[in-house]
Every structure is written in C-alpha cells, then in structure tokens.
C-alpha cells in the first residue's frame, strides 16, 4: 500500500514538474557571417534567462550564408521540428520556400513566432505575431530623411540584388526620396563584393567620380557603410555627400557623433530577437498573446539628435 | 685571338634582337597583353566617366593591391605545388585582432601588429605542419583551417567586445603609413609595389626561388636533390598567413574598422589573379610579373564595369568574359613561350 502510494507520488510528482512550464524554443536565423544576427541573438539570449528559469531552452539555428536562403531556412525550420520543440521563431525572407515546413511545423503542435522579414505573409503562415520593421517603410522613411536633411540626389548601395528584402529597402528609399523631391537610385553590385569592404569602397567610389551630382548615399548594412564612407573621405566630400545607413554598429555611431554620417535606420534587433522567443515562450507556457499584429520594431532613425542614448547598448552589443 | 674578338663584336646586333624577343616569348608577357586588352576596352566603354584619369588608375589598382599582397605568396605556393585557402579566414582574423587589441584595450600599435603577426604566422606554421606530416592534401587542410580560424574569429570577438566588428582608429603616423592615400593612391598600393619587388628577387633571382620551382615541378626528386622540401613549404605557409595579416592590417588602417565575417571572395579573388597571370594550377610555372599584371587585370575587371553604362545586373557576365578572354590571350603566350625555338645562324 505504501509502495504504491510512493510509486504514484512519484509519477505525479515527476509529470507536474517536469512539463508545467517547460518551453522549448528554437531560433532560426541568418548566418554569423552577418554581424546583425549578432543583436538578434543578444535579445534572444536575454528571453533565454526566462526561459530557462521556467525549465525550457533556447536552440540557435543559423544558415550558412544567404546564398540558398530560403531553402536553408527551411531545412532549419524542418531540423527545429523534427528535435520535437515547442516553438519557433523564424525569419521569413522567402515565404514560398518556407511556409510549407512552416505548416508542417504547426500541424505538428508547435508554435511559431516571425521576425525580421516577412510580415506580409503573417495571417498565411499561421504564426502568432510578428516581430520586425517593414523594409519598403523602413527604406522609404530613409529616402524621406535624407530629401529632408537636403538631399537631391541619392544612391542606394544593395550588395547583394535579387534578395528580396534588399531589394524592398532600396524601392523603399527610390520612392520615399522620389515623393519628397528629390532623384534616387539604387547601386546594385555584383555580389562577389558582398562583405568586400576594400572593392564596395572602390566601387562607390567610381559611382560618385562619375557623377559629381550624388549628394547622398545610403547603404543596407553597416560595414557598407564603412566602404561608402571610406569612399566619400577619400574624395574629400565628407561636406557635401550625407552618408546614411541602415542597422547600427560602433564605427557607424562614431560617424554619426563626429558629424561625418547623418543618420541610421535602427530595426532595433535587439527587440526582433527578445520578443519573439519571450512571446512565443509565454505563449507555450501561460496561453498569452499580444493583441497588436505585427508588432513594428522600426524604423528608428538615430542621428545627431539622439545618438548619445545609443553608446551603452553599442557597448553591450544589444544595439 | 683577333677572330675571337671578331665574333664577339659582331655577335652584338643579334644580343639585342634576341633579347626584345625573348621578352615577347617570356611567359609574364601573355599576364601583359591580357591586361593591356581588357584596360582598352574598358578605356573605350568608360572614357566618359573618367576611366582613363588618376583618380581611375587609382581606383582599381586600390582594390588590387589588396588581392596582391596576398596572391603573391599564394602564388608561390600554387607554384610549388600546393593550395593556400585559409587567407580567407586569416584576414579577418588578422583584422579584429589588431582592431579589438589596440582599440578597446588600447594597446600600443607596433606591439598590437607584433602580436597580430605573430598569430598569423602560428596559423601558417599550423598549416605547413600539417600539410607535411601528414598525406592530407593542402585544399583540405586549409579548408579546415578556414573554418576554424573563421570560427574563432567569430566567437572570441563576441567574447572580449560583445560584436563582430570593432572600430579602430589609428594614430596619425600609422595611418599615414598604413592607410592614406598619395595622389589618389592607398598606401596599400605601394607597399604592393614593394613586396612585389622584394618577392620577385626571392623567386626569380635566389635559390630559395629555384626549389620552389623544383618543388613544384616533381617533389620527390627535389628532395633527393638535398631540397628541404618540408622547410621550404612550412615556410611558404607563413609567408602566405603573414602577408595576408598585413593586408588585413592595412585594410584595418584605411577603413577605421575590422569585420569577423570570413572573407570568401578573397580566396577566388587571390587564385583568379595567378591563374590569370600565368601560374599553372597544377604547380611548377609561374612568374611574379605574371602574378602583378593579373592582379592588375582582376582589378580593372572588377571596378571597370563601375565606369561604364552597361546593366549592373550584367556585371558577372561580363567579368566572366573579360577574364576568359585574358586567361585565352595568356595561354597563347606561353605556348609561343614553351615552343618557340631560336634560329641558329651560322656565322
């Protein structure tokens, strides 16, 4: 009798403990090659303290680069499922290659969460919310600052045409600028120069030697903003060219402070990665849900005005 | 006596004439002309837009001079036979460890590049002894050195400044050295234009040159020929590391900041310059010369396209064509090269 009373305890015991609050999450993302992910997971790894407080995990999937990068997150999103996790939160780039292992996922009993990209296919792929800003918005915010601050002729650098959200940010500046008055384009290079500093600069360079009439530049990422501005510098037109980017880093907000880059369009990744997993990990555990969707993370402009704030979390490696 | 004298003096006319032609048969020449052609079209194409200009020249022979700090060693080393692909993990390596050492911690330039140098030439010394002592061919090796040091790179930068990049500016006589540009041209260009002239006696004018080549051509011999085959590739494999630590350095000097990212296009970039200049992929040709002037040419084919109208989109396309057309150009070249037989004229 009292065996049996212990044997029961103990299976009770074992069941409440081990499944009450226990979420088990993974995060699929870009590669590492991309210092942007780097925030995402901080925010990320952050939620983790929660998470792993309540008895659950936190799983870091990456792809290898963004040459296949549908597929590779597919293959990811497939890896997270078949390790029988709870939930995912995942970047949606390329819905067409992903939304079926998306489905798959959620048919299986796993919640999912997005972030980052792909917010127009939230109510399709089934996902709780979304996480991110808007590329077209962000771009056309940008293209509108810079018209504003007096620009009237932008170049908008894309280091690797044909990804969608590029492309997207790049339309986004054309048509903001162009709204507000001013002419833009967009600078597509081939993409062996992606992540190419030395050859992005030179490249630049040639753009605005060939036409003296670009007054602005904006880049999609912050180490081509380092090429752009090694560019400009070189041609002694730190005056007369504005410099912007999209993302931050800490070379970016130096320019930023010692007035030789304007401004820089912040999707504040540090929330993309901290809001998704914590959601989706309460969401597992209590039944909670936020009632906006999407929710926007940007963008955020930071320039000359607000650049102070920013130092710490640059620091930290969360902005 | 008198006769003798004779001939030497009338041999003087044909001196020169043989040496105009054995500069047209030398296989650099082929390296040369492949340059000249593609300069020309893309002269032609992108005259309107300054081309042909300092500024212009400037502008490609900066993005190649950072390829050719580091094709020169990696030629070397196709040339005795063996493949370099970790430069692509070393130069980002090279750049964070510079840019974290002496910009947050703040340590003194010259030591912070001493220990820089000295990391690098431990990941060559990896490479040389592994590639030696064991029968793993050289592609693998420095593959999984590429990842590893890739990976490393990654992590420890996250560790010590919580990123993978840093922002570094160097003092005034540094990047004066190191960084600025004279004329339009990056300092990178002349210290280029220097280890190419300090390497180019290595190859072409010392022993150490002469068993590369040997090495190259057929190992096993080299080494019954008393060649310190083991030594002389380890050595290799550090120059290769320490050069692309420099390029890494100055590039770090030019643009205020380092990236941990591995730099793939690099590794593409380093052997499409020798394979363009004339260094057989299979190991015991090449020439120095040849190496510059296929720098040159990936250099004018790469920023060329920038000055003309063409379609963006086409960019690869047209690299792809311009590049076969000088590796074509080459080939002749070192077919007249290799089979061209001198008259000899009695006299």
Redesign the interface.
């Known amino acids: 009798m009292n065996f049996k009373k212990t044997i029961v305890g103990a299976v009770v015991a074992s069941m409440t403990a081990g499944s009450a609050m226990a979420a088990d999450i993974a995060l699929v993302i870009g590669s590492n090659q991309d210092a942007f992910w780097n925030v995402v997971k901080k925010g990320a790894e952050d939620a983790a303290v929660l998470v792993e407080a309540r008895g659950g995990s936190l799983t870091i999937l990456q792809t290898q680069g963004y040459e296949n990068y549908g597929p590779d997150l597919a293959v990811l999103i497939e890896q997270a499922t078949a390790q029988g996790v709870d939930g995912i939160a995942t970047v949606l780039p390329v819905p067409e290659a992903q939304l079926p292992a998306i489905k798959a996922a959620i048919d299986a009993g796993i919640k999912v969460t997005l972030l980052n990209g792909g917010s127009d296919a939230l109510e399709e792929s089934g996902a709780l919310n979304y996480f991110g800003s808007e590329e077209y918005t962000a771009g056309y915010e940008g293209g509108k600052y810079l018209t504003m601050a007096g620009a009237k002729n932008i170049l908008c650098h894309n280091q690797t045409p044909g990804t969608a959200n590029l492309d997207a940010r790049c339309r986004g500046v054309v048509d903001g600028a162009t709204e507000a008055g001013a002419n833009a384009r967009e600078l597509p290079l081939p993409a062996n120069l992606d992540q190419d500093v030395a050859g992005t600069s030179a490249a630049i360079e040639a753009e605005l030697n060939g036409d003296p009439s670009i007054d602005a530049v904006i880049t999609l990422a912050t180490w081509a903003a380092d090429a752009a501005y090694g560019a400009i510098d070189s041609l002694g037109k730190t005056d007369t060219v504005k410099l912007g980017t999209f993302d931050l880093s800490p070379s970016t907000l130096d320019r930023i402070k010692a007035g030789t880059q304007a401004m820089a369009i912040d999707q504040t990744p540090y929330y993309q990665g901290f809001l998704s997993v914590s959601t989706l990990a309460a969401n597992i555990d209590f039944g909670t849900k936020i009632a906006t969707a999407p929710v926007l993370t940007g963008p955020a402009i930071v320039d000359a005005s607000n650049i102070d704030a920013t130092f710490a979390g640059v620091e930290a490696g969360t902005r | 006596m008198s006769d003798t004298i004779q001939i030497a003096k009338n041999s003087k006319p044909k001196a020169s004439r043989l040496s105009v032609g054995e500069l047209m048969r030398s296989p650099a020449m082929g390296a040369f002309v492949g340059m000249v052609l593609v300069f020309c079209i893309f002269a032609a194409f992108g005259f309107h837009?300054?081309f042909l200009?300092l500024?212009?020249i400037a502008?490609?022979m900066?993005?190649a001079s950072?390829i050719g700090i580091v094709a020169i060693p990696v030629g070397f080393l196709m040339i005795a036979g063996e493949l370099d692909i970790s430069v692509g993990a070393i130069m980002p390596a090279s750049a964070m460890t510079l840019g974290i050492l002496c910009g947050p911690y703040e340590l003194p330039l010259g030591l912070g590049m001493l220990i820089t140098f000295a990391m690098a030439a431990g990941i060559g010394w990896i490479n040389g002894i592994l590639v030696t002592r064991t029968q793993v061919p050289s592609f693998i090796v420095t593959l999984a050195t590429l990842f590893a040091v890739g990976g490393l790179t990654?992590t420890l930068s996250?560790i010590f400044?919580?990123?993978?990049?840093?922002?570094y500016e160097a003092p005034e006589l540094a990047k004066a050295l190191l960084g600025d540009?004279y004329f339009?041209f990056r300092a990178s260009v002349f210290w280029w234009i220097l280890l190419s002239a300090a390497l180019y006696f290595v190859l072409h004018k010392s022993p150490w040159g002469n068993w590369i080549f040997a090495v190259g051509g057929d190992a096993e011999s080299a080494r019954n020929a008393g060649i310190p085959v083991n030594r002389l590739k380890i050595s290799l494999f550090v120059l290769s590391a320490l050069c692309t630590a420099f390029a890494g350095m100055l590039?770090v000097a030019?643009?205020?900041?380092a990236?941990?990212?591995?730099?793939?296009?690099?590794i593409?970039n380093t052997i499409i310059a020798c394979v363009v200049g004339g260094v057989l992929l299979t190991g015991g040709f090449g020439t120095l010369i040849g190496i510059f002037f296929g720098t040159m040419t990936l250099g004018v084919v790469?920023?060329g396209i920038?000055?003309t109208d063409i379609d963006?989109?086409l960019?690869?396309l047209i690299?792809g064509v311009m590049l076969l057309a000088a590796v074509l150009m080459n080939g002749t070249f070192q077919k007249l090269a290799t089979s061209w037989s001198t008259s000899k004229k009695e006299d």
């Open positions: 837009k300054n200009s500024a212009g502008n490609w900066n993005f950072m990654l996250v400044v919580n990123r993978p990049q840093v922002a540009r339009g590039q030019a643009f205020n900041s990236q941990s990212a591995t730099n793939f296009p690099l593409f790469q920023q920038g000055y963006r989109n960019s690869q690299i």
